[in-house]
């Protein structure tokens, strides 16, 4: 395994000569650590993560819901030995097809904890892993592997014929296609034949290189491709490895993660994951029976997944067997691209903005909602614009109500290293009626306060 202390050696002298919204944006950003007592990452690179929970604690199992689509006759309980030795066998199998350091290496198939398995694969070769998303268009597709400039590209032989990838398509936008399963074209390679394959020699990429390509949403029109290095992931970890009350990661945690497996978030957990090493249900099919089976069976302390999948298990709250019985955290991450999808056909627009100069006309709405995330606005100036913006997309008549959070410990440490500027409730009506509403209310709690305001029928100053 590779020392990651290579990788942010030098981080304050690197970090003086850098633009001031690099650093600021993102205070962990070149930090080895939060203080001299805190928890660093055990590594950050993607091509050795597994490798190093194996050596960290061996036994302690990863289970998915499925057995991975490139090792379908393999186990679905594995303990971290079992998976790392699987992405060192499937580094071997891809670098029998001809990929080498510095290769861009395409991944579009199902969705499930294999998409991390093979950006790991590539990663650990020296290529450089670009996860797509799996329920996207030939538009998006022909659009990613063309800005990749003709990666390989692994997939399965669903996803080849949902994007509309055929003969002429691999031909002109791929160097080579790799299906994880069994086809008959001739134009790609299946995977079987390159089993047995021998692992290669580890070449991970240095701290500062490129190491993982991912998209954004594409709620605003075609994905653009985001790139993330080692000291990246680093940075973005720190948060996770670091030995918070309550609500840290812990080895004796038992966590159920329920995500998009071709998403930046999951080199982040992997870096947590490899550093605390807790057992860990890796779910892909959130309404999969298995998955009622697994939570109940193995009762997690800490779950993670999107709120639309929160709402599709809203049952399993009161059911008999208590599979959330022991749960210590919750953690969500709102995707716009999964509730997009989910709402397909239902009348529902998914956009995508600045909440301070919205793309609506005037008077679009008839109610405007807002839960706790005002303090996320970067500035009490910016906040104002939002509330100005609230105003004008509302009709006459029109609601706006919401809440937000007032400070706690617990709460000013969730929100280490990210953007809070708290609301004084007891200032919120006098700056909502600032900017045009009126009949402003404000409720105050323990720990958070609601509001509900309307917008006037006559426009302020007439």
């Given at each position: ?270 870096a947590a994951v490899a550093t605390l090493t807790p057992n860990v249900l890796m779910l892909s099919e959130p309404e999969s029976p298995v998955v009622r089976e ?169």
């Amino acid at each position: 395994m590779t020392e990651n202390s290579t990788l942010i050696d030098g981080d304050e002298a690197a970090a003086s000569s850098l633009p001031a919204f690099l650093t600021d944006y993102a205070p962990t950003r070149y930090r080895r650590r939060w203080t001299p007592l805190s928890r660093s990452p055990a590594t950050a690179r993607l091509g050795e993560v597994w490798q190093a929970a194996a050596q960290r604690a061996a036994t302690q199992r990863v289970i998915v819901d499925r057995p991975a689509d490139i090792d379908p006759e393999g186990p679905a309980d594995r303990d971290y030995a079992g998976w790392a030795a699987l992405v060192e066998q499937a580094a071997g199998w891809l670098h029998a097809a001809g990929v080498r350091p510095w290769d861009r290496v395409a991944v579009l198939k199902a969705n499930h904890l294999d998409v991390s398995l093979l950006a790991s694969a590539i990663a650990r070769l020296g290529a450089i892993p670009a996860t797509l998303g799996w329920t996207h268009t030939p538009e998006f597709a022909r659009a990613m592997l063309t800005r990749l400039d003709q990666p390989f590209l692994v997939a399965d032989s669903t996803q080849l014929q949902q994007c509309g990838l055929d003969e002429d398509a691999v031909a002109a936008l791929t160097r080579r296609t790799i299906t994880v399963d069994r086809t008959d074209r001739r134009d790609v390679v299946a995977l079987d034949d390159l089993r047995g394959a021998p692992p290669g020699r580890p070449r991970l990429r240095a701290g500062n290189e490129p190491m993982l390509i991912t998209h954004t949403s594409g709620t605003t029109g075609i994905q653009k491709l985001v790139l993330h290095s080692a000291e990246s992931i680093h940075s973005l970890a720190l948060v996770e490895a670091e030995r918070w009350p309550v609500f840290g990661l812990r080895p004796r945690d038992t966590v159920a993660y329920c995500d998009p497996f071709f998403h930046q978030r999951m080199a982040t957990a992997m870096a947590a994951v490899a550093t605390l090493t807790p057992n860990v249900l890796m779910l892909s099919e959130p309404e999969s029976p298995v998955v009622r089976e697994l939570l109940a069976d193995h009762r997690p302390t800490i779950v993670e997944t999107l709120p639309n999948i929160y709402l599709r298990w809203e049952s399993l709250a009161s059911d008999h067997a208590r599979p959330f019985g022991n749960v210590r955290v919750y953690v969500n991450s709102f995707d716009a691209e999964a509730l997009r999808q989910r709402t397909l056909g239902q009348g529902v627009e998914v956009v995508t903005g600045d909440a301070t100069a919205m793309p609506f006309e005037a008077a679009r709405f008839s109610a405007v909602v807002s839960f706790t995330m005002l303090h996320h606005i970067p500035s009490p100036q910016s906040q104002d614009r939002l509330l100005a913006e609230v105003c004008r997309v509302l009709r006459p008549g029109g609601v706006f109500a919401g809440s937000d959070s007032t400070t706690n410990f617990l709460f000013r440490l969730a929100h280490l290293g990210d953007t809070m500027v708290l609301v004084d409730p007891d200032r919120f009506a006098s700056r909502l009626q600032a900017v045009g509403f009126t009949d402003a209310r404000v409720q105050r709690g323990n720990r958070a306060f609601g509001f509900r305001a309307i917008r006037p029928h006559t426009p302020p100053g007439t």
